[in-house]
Each structure stands twice: as C-alpha cells, then as structure tokens.
C-alpha cells in the first residue's frame, strides 16, 4: 500500500461566509449560526482554497484513491476520505460517521438503449445507511455538533423538519452519537418506511398538521433557542458533505467529468452542492470541464421550473401541491439563490414531470433492472423529455443521481402496479397472477403470458 502523508504547518481551514457577496461577513463553524447576523442571507462554508492548492491536484487524487473503501477511521467513508476538503476541523474523534458515501455508479445499458443514450449511468445514492443521499451531509452536521458539545458547548438537541428522508438520516447519526434528535413531519406525508425510520431510531417524532413548508417555519422558530441545533440544509454544513457526489462520480470515471448529470431538486440544497463540488474539482486543478446541469422537478411542486421559465426574472414561493415524490413536495425552496447561481454556472437547465410521467418513468426504469424512488421518477421522466427534445444528444455520457432507494417507497410502487393511483394509467404494470394450485392452469398462465409476450412486445 502506497502511504500518502498531507503534511503541512498550517492546518486547512474552513469558516462560514455570508452568501450575499456584497456582505462576506464570516462565523466560525462552531458558532450556531444560520444566516448572516448583519444583512440576514444564507451562509456557505467557504475553505482556504489556496491551502489546499499547496498540495497538486494528482497528490490529492492519489490520496483519495488511496484512502477509498479501506478501514482507517474515517477515511473509508466517502465523505471523509475528503476530510480536508469537507470539514478539516473537527477532531477524528468526534467524527460520527457509518461509512456513507462511496454508492455505486452503474451503467443502466438497456434503459440507455431503449431511449437512445446508450452512455447511460445511475448513481444510486440511495444505496447508504437509511436509504437516502441524506446521510452525506448528516454525518458532516452531526460530527460538528459532536466537536460543539465536546468543547463545552450546550446543545440539548438537534432538530429538523422533514419530506422523510432528513429525519431517517438525522435520527439514525444522533443515535449513533448519543445525542437527541427532535424531528418535524408533515401529518400522513412521508412513507410508513420513512416515518418509522426515525421512531426506531429514538428520536422525539413530531407529526405536525401541516406541510413540509409549515414544518420549516415552526423548526425556524424553535431553534432560535440555541440549544437547539438546526439540522435543515439551511445549515451549509450539509452541504459540504454533499458535495462529495460529485467528487465521487469523477472519481469512479478516472476523474473524468461527464456530460450531462440530472438531480432532482426540491429544497435544493442538493443541487446547489453538487455544483460546489464539481467548482472545486475545478479550484484546484483536477478538471477543466463543467458538466450541463439539470434540476428536475415534480410538476406539483415546482417553483424553480417557474423561475427558471421567466429567465430567473420572476421568483415566487408557491403553495406545494401533493405529489407521489414527496420528498420534494415543497413551494418555497431554502436553497433557491445558491441553486440559481449554480445552474448559471454549469449551463443549466430545469425541467418538471407530471404524476403521470413520474410513475411511469418509475416503472420503466424498473423493468430495466432498477427499483426507483419516486424522485428518482422525476429524473428519468425529465431526462426523457429533454432527449426527444434532442438537448440531451445521443453521445453525451448521461447520470442520473438516483436520490433515495425504492424500498422506501414500497405502496407507491405496489399500488401503481395494482393500478390503483388515482388519475394514473398504469402503462408498465405488472400484477401477479392468481391461480389454483393446478399444474396444467399454472402451464396454461405461463405458456399464455411468453407467447402474449414474444407476439407484442410490452411498453418499454
Ligand atoms: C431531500 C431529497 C431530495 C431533494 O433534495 P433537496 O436538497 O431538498 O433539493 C430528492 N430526493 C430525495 C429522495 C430526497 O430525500
Ligand atoms: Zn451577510
């Protein structure tokens, strides 16, 4: 095994900084601090880039390769293999973290073919500890309220609101670190999977007679009170723990940036680190290209696509309605600047997908060997329109960041195929078949269904 040393007298640094680039005003990452004190705006977590181009883009590429998948806390993680680009001050000790990151990147070949964008790859994001791209930045937050409370800081609890999939990921890494957990659900809006995620996991569940949005706005409110943290990715913290994915997916292509990658966007901090990552590939040398980004959107709940319709001229907040993508069923998006500036940064291009389209892109991807999320549905049913609109070209190397695993999802999934969504048709479905316990019925189904089968082949 090669040993790579970073050795340096000045330690990497990291610091919160306004988002607003006329104020810039800084905070350390151990204050409990969510928006700029002086003009109110959004932080980001900003790094001493110019300490991390001290070391040459093909060291830490080495580095990273290096510490990938082994077991020396914690760099096997994902997203601590880039500690030094994520969050170099908190102590290893304090580090919580269960090997996130480091999801798998396949080549979706028969669904590529099928609708002619044969260099076509999945990342299943979902494929990690409870079953969400979540956990990438949770673990990122929950270690720095860990370094917090070790240097005597008083944090009773930590707090989110939640479409499900936060507060799976919140609850399980406070869990892990002996540290309560408080988390606010929208009342019958998430899955039963992912409400009894959290339940399971010992955090206090409050199930609020509201929407995601009303569930923001009562966690804002709380957590004014500083002993309670706020886990929302109004917290950039998440963020640079995100933005490891795309690091991640030039990684596992040789450090090769592909064409086109699709995300779907609902608070939009997601979308706004997977630019921040690819930009810092950028920083310190390792690439020179910029993927075309694309934000899909549930058609329900679709505030950027309307933005981005009226040229990014005309921002309104809308009222979410609901939609079998919920987590991503919300009107007023925390992240909507960064996510606007990132999109002007990587060519970018924002689409939305109908229930319909959803469910059955959904499906589609299904019959190809996938088990989609319903967010994931978003993805594929945009990335199909954009290539029957020819924007996304037969050549382009194509991924799609597939966000939650379909598990989670198990009665949108059981009652499209029972086609029993309601104002859904139920192009891909697929039931099974009753039958006595009779061998020649049984040779009759199958021997009926191959040959409906080899006669006309079914949609898809
Ligand atoms: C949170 C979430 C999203 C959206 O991410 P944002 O950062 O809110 O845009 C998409 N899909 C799934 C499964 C999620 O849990
Ligand atoms: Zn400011």
Redesign the pocket.
Known sequence: MLLIFIRSAVPYRAWFECFNSDCKERYALTDIVYNCGKCGSLLQVVHDYDKIKETSGGHWMRLFDDRKRRNTWPYGSGVWKMKEWVCPAVDNDNIVSMYEGESNLFLAERLGKEIGVPDLWIKLC?NSHTG???DLGMTVLVSMVKQIISEGGDIRAVACAS????SAALAAYCAAAGIQSIVFLPKNKVSPEQLIQPIANGALVLALDTDFDGCMKIVQEVTSDSTIYLAN?KNSLRIEG?KTVSMEIAQQFDWDIPDVIV???????????LGKGFLLLEKVGIVSKRPRIV?AQAEMANPLYRYYKSGYTDYKPIQASPTF?S??Q?GD?V?IDK?VSMLREFNGVVEHASEQELADACARGDRTGMYT????GVALAALFKLVKRGEVEQGDRVVVIS??HGL?FSNFKLEYHKQALSHIKSHYANMPMELPADTDAVRKAIDERLSEKNQRPRAG
Do not use: Y
């Open positions: 979902g969400s791209f979540k479409t499900g999939d936060t990715s995100q995300i779907p966007g609902g608070n939009l901090g997601n979308v706004s680190a934000c993508a987590a991503i919300i998006p992240s996510a999320c319903p967010h994931t966000t939650a989670k």
